[in-house]
Structures are given as C-alpha cells and as structure tokens.
C-alpha cells in the first residue's frame, strides 16, 4: 500500500507490490526491450580512436536528441564529445570548432582538459528553472600517469552550459576522492542534485554504490549507502555503478552488475520511491541482454546517466557496449552506442494464464478523471499484436471491498490490446458508457481480472 498519497495521474506501475492487496493465479513478469541491429554511434573519426562509450547521457531537447558522450582508446585521453540527431538513430557529429585534434578545430570534441588530465564520464542535468545556464554537468577528470588508488588526485568538475555545446567550466571541482563510474540524476529530485557514486572511505573493500546531493553542485551531503552486495549474490558480485531516472509514479534506475568469472558487465533493474531506499525486484537478471560473440556489445553493457526518451510512442534506451571488459589484450579499446526499445510502462506485467488471476489494489481516493490501463489480452507476446485472445476486465469496489453498481466485472467492456493509444494506455468503460470519473472524490479499490493477459499499469487520465 502507498505510504504517501499517491498522484494517480502518474502511471502505477507493477514492479513491486505497491498497490497489491490481495491476488491469486498472477505472476510478475520483467520484460526486456527489444535491440536495434546495428550501433547508432560508432567512432568513425580520428580524434574517438576506435571506439566511443555512453558513459554520458542522452537528452530529448527542442526536438531533437543531444548525445554527450566518452571516446575510449588505450593510445589517448578521454575526452566528451557532442552529436545530434532529428530521429535517434542517424547521429550526425558537428564540427564545433572548439579544441584541436590533429592540426585542426574540425572536430565534435566539446569537453577536453589539458594533458595529462582525461574524462572517463560524464552527466548532464536538465535544469529549466535556470534560465541563463539551463544546461549543468559533472564529470570526473583523471590524470594519466598516475595512480588511480590516489585518492587526492580523483576529481569531479562541475561545469554549466547556455546550449550544451560551449561549456563554462565553474564551479570547477566540487569533489575529490570519489572515483570514477559516477553518474548524475538529470533532473533535480527535490530541489537537489542528486549524484550516485563510489565514496571515498568506503569499509567494505568491494564496488558499492552511495548517494550524495547538493542545492548547489558545491557543497554536498555526506555519502549514503544505497546498495551493496548481500548474502544472496555470488561473493564475486559486485556493484560497479548506479543510475536513476523518474518515472512516471516512480524512482526507477540500472546497476552496473560486475561479475568476475566471467568478467562480463550487464544492467539489472532497480526501483524505489524516494530515490534512497532501493529495490532490486528482479535480482540477476539483465535488462537488455549482452551481444552474440563477436559483437560490439558482446562482454560490457551499460546504461547513460539518462533514462529512456519516449519517442514513437515506445522508450527508447541508449546503451554502451564493449566487446572486452577489464585488461583488454588488445592494443586498443572499441565500443559503441546501441539502442534498445520497449513498450511504454513495459519494465514488469502482472500476467494471469489460462485459469484466470485477479489483483486487488489498495483503497485510493480517485480523482475527476477515467482510468487509464496499459494492457495487452495476449499471453504470447511473441504473437501479432492483434491476435488478442485472452481478457482484461476491471472491477471497481468500495472501501469495504464491496463491488460498486454499475461498475461490476460483468458491466465492464473488454479491454483490447492498448498499444495503439497514447502510451499504450487506454480508457476502461463499463456499461451505458459509464467511466470512473463518475466516483470523482470517492475511496474506492480496483480488481483487476486477467486470463491470458499481462497488465502492466494503471492511471487516472487528465481531468
């Protein structure tokens, strides 16, 4: 049951038991997107060397999708370098004339320290309500030649941005002694900046992930243990990195799961409601899935610092991947950018089979508005998205649990396969065309009946 009162014009998603009273014959199923077959940034120019990573962020902006992201080559520093599209998929790499590579300006680089310094991530922040600098980032500056268990040498620069192009390098340093792997919520979680990184005294001598915010980007708050291995992970296991993002009702996010044996890096899902208490809903597996041998993705894959952009009415997720992992044999690095698709709210379903399931919801005070539902009556997903076989029904009931007239089980309308509609969430009706705006102001629970069918979320439409 939500703690807080919940905004139901959010989507109420089933990653976790929120919003489950009671149930029976319903399984949670986590679903991964589906990849696009080929890379859509690929270093393909002299100054990225031979290979390109997202450990940057991907934004939505005006229109069009910004990438900021890392060159990895073993012969040179890393360095930040910008590319723009208008569909997400055919980036183009301006020249922005902004530092030499080469005997010349002609290049995409937008960020790069004087040597022997070098950036190996970094986050960029939305930040509308600053209207002059509407554009912040922090991004962790090393220095070749060095050792990187020096932990006075470790820095993360804050720096801001009019068009995320020229960036004016204040504050400057605002941490030493995090390392690197840390990334930045793009968007301020209660007024504040909120950063996921490794701290520097930490006791447990493994990859563990703490949180830090700050008003400013100067002065942060002392490290948080948000998550760390436990007793149910393989000792080898470790956290290497965090990220989070909001999303619709909830705090959602990727860890970076490192294993030794093999040495291999993939992203499992992670959720929480007040970006502090994290959950790890479906432990061990991955969100999207490594390469087949021999593909730019086939070892190490990760997730930016920014979360998906609904585009197409789908979310689309940026990635990196590596064909190596740790001490690569190679002279050189290689990776690139991929993306991974999935249907809105399609993180986790609550799917009844054959016999069919129900759900009860906690008691929720609705608003003047209909309810929405992302659902699909299809036990197959694999099948035509048309081929709906199965059945979605809603109930609506009191605050004692008794079913309300009108709005009983046998008055509701089928729901058919809702991906067609405004992220795939569609009206429920019942009889004489009656929707629950009707009970504008009244507590009331919702029974969800599924056979054959995956549920994915609910919400309450706009008033």
Known sequence: MPKNKPDLTKAQLFIDDTWIEDSIRVQRVFHQPKKYPRPVVEADRAH?????????????????????????DRTMPMKVCYAVSEDGIHFI????????????????????????????????????????WPLKAI????????????????????CRSKDGIRWDLNPGVVLRGYSDRTNVVAARIGGKFVMFGRAPD?????????????????????PELILKPDPEDDPQFQIYSATAFRYESIY?????????????????????????????????????????????????????????????NNLWFYYSGRPF????????????????????????????????????????KWPAADLLVNAEPRLDLSSHPSFSHGSVLVEARDAANKPLPGFGR?????VSNTFRHAQARAPVSWNRNRGLRALAGRTIRLAFYLRDAHLYSFCAGEK
């Open 202 to 222: 930490n006791p447990y001598q493994c990859r563990c992930v703490w949180r830090i915010e700050s008003k400013d980007l100067v002065k942060w708050s002392k």
């Open 139 to 158: 991004y962790y500056h090393g220095v070749d030649g060095l050792p990187g268990v020096r932990k006075e040498i470790r820095s993360h620069v804050a």
């Open 252 to 312: 959602l996010g990727f860890i970076e799961r490192m294993n030794f044996q093999p040495d291999v890096l993939e992203s499992e899902l992670i959720c929480s409601h007040d970006s502090r208490r994290w959950q790890r809903p479906c432990r061990g597996r991955v969100f999207i899935p490594r390469g087949l041998p021999g593909t730019f993705d086939c070892t190490w894959l990760s997730m930016p610092s920014s979360g998906p952009i609904l585009h197409k």
């Open 48 to 72: 990225e060397g031979t290979g390109v990573v997202a450990y940057g962020s991907i934004l939505f902006r005006e229109n069009k999708f910004h990438a900021w992201y890392v060159t990895w």
């Open 410 to 414: 046998s008055d509701c309308l089928p």
């Open 93 to 132: 790499k301006p020249d922005l004339e902004l530092y030499e590579f080469g005997g010349s300006k002609k290049n995409n680089i937008c960020l790069q320290p004087d040597p022997p310094g070098y950036i190996d991530n970094i986050s960029i922040i939305e930040d509308p309500d600053d209207a002059g």
């Open 325 to 364: 992992a740790h001490h690569c044999p190679h002279p050189l690095a290689c990776g690139a950018i991929g993306l991974a698709i999935l249907r809105p709210d399609g993180f986790a379903s609550l799917c009844g089979a054959h016999n069919e399931g129900w759900i009860l919801t906690a008691p929720m």
